[in-house]
């Protein structure tokens, strides 16, 4: 090939590649936080945590990310079956959830979206529709660390976990109303035969079951930080542990950003 001819073909080709398009950045994934209400002793109660679980695993919203919370209310207590997952706590948590509906009581199951939407936890339509619309929603960013000490005490017996939380990028808050830090500790991958009650002779599984929740701190427009020291219980299994942290109204009771992460990949 010719000087010249080498040259042009080399002009060419640089054009071309100046001419293509970049590729678009990768869209953000979005948070969304997913509580589930539910209790071992309620017979509708086990579809809704299979739906729960398999929104987890399977993330079927483009765009976002299903943080579950599966939140084990008392009430169904005194019924014939005792959860051992049951927390008077949740059962007032979901008490602020029906004034914010407006609500005449409090149910199982019940399936809560970024505290924007509810329904019955077993409708996986709904469970989707609502994960597609939180989407839409500004969301804040949490980021979830431990310092070195933290790391440390994993170590001891029993063992205590140092969550540090920053908030950032936070939506402007309503008027009026203020917004909480929260942190949770969620296990998955638990079992319980059930001896008695509704759902007596079976077999239940749970995902992201809330073993701990705790307001740490209050949250202003734009960014925010708070920590927590967490006793880990000898009973919960680590490696089937999640942090999970979110910012939320008191008022309207909307999540305005949530994250987690799994204890599992924390080394000491």
């Not at 170590?155 to 140092?162: D, K, S, V, Y």
Request: hydrophobic share 45%.
């Amino acid at each position: 090939m010719s000087r010249t001819l080498l040259i042009a073909a080399l002009a060419l080709t640089l054009a071309g590649s100046a001419a293509a398009p970049r590729a678009a950045a990768p869209a953000p994934i979005l948070p969304v936080l997913v509580e589930l209400f539910t209790s071992e002793g309620c017979e509708d109660c086990p579809p809704a945590d299979k739906v729960l679980e398999q929104l987890i695993a399977a993330q079927p919203v483009s765009g976002g990310e299903v943080i579950g919370l599966g939140e084990h209310v008392d009430y169904w207590d005194q019924l014939g079956w005792k959860d051992r997952f049951s927390s008077h706590a949740l059962t007032a948590r979901q008490g602020l959830y029906a004034a914010r509906f407006a609500n005449d009581s409090i149910y199982t199951p019940q399936m809560v979206v970024d505290g924007r939407s509810e329904f019955v936890g077993s409708d996986a339509a709904a469970a989707r529709r609502a994960i597609g619309k939180a989407i839409a929603q500004p969301h804040g960013v949490v980021r979830i660390t431990l310092n070195d000490r933290s790391a440390e005490s994993l170590a001891l017996q029993p063992p205590a976990l140092r969550v540090n939380l920053t908030v950032t990028d936070l939506p402007k808050i309503t008027r009026g109303d203020q917004a909480d830090i929260i942190v949770a500790i969620t296990e998955d991958g638990l079992r319980t035969d059930v001896k008695r009650g509704e759902n007596k002779g079976r077999v239940l599984t749970h995902a992201a079951v809330a073993r701990y929740m705790a307001t740490i701190g209050d949250a202003a427009d734009g960014s925010a930080s708070a920590s927590a020291d967490i006793a880990l219980a000898p009973d919960w299994q680590r490696d089937r542990l999640k942090v999970i942290a979110f910012v939320q109204e008191r008022k309207s009771r909307q999540i305005l950003a949530s994250a987690s992460t799994a204890l599992k990949n924390i080394r000491p």
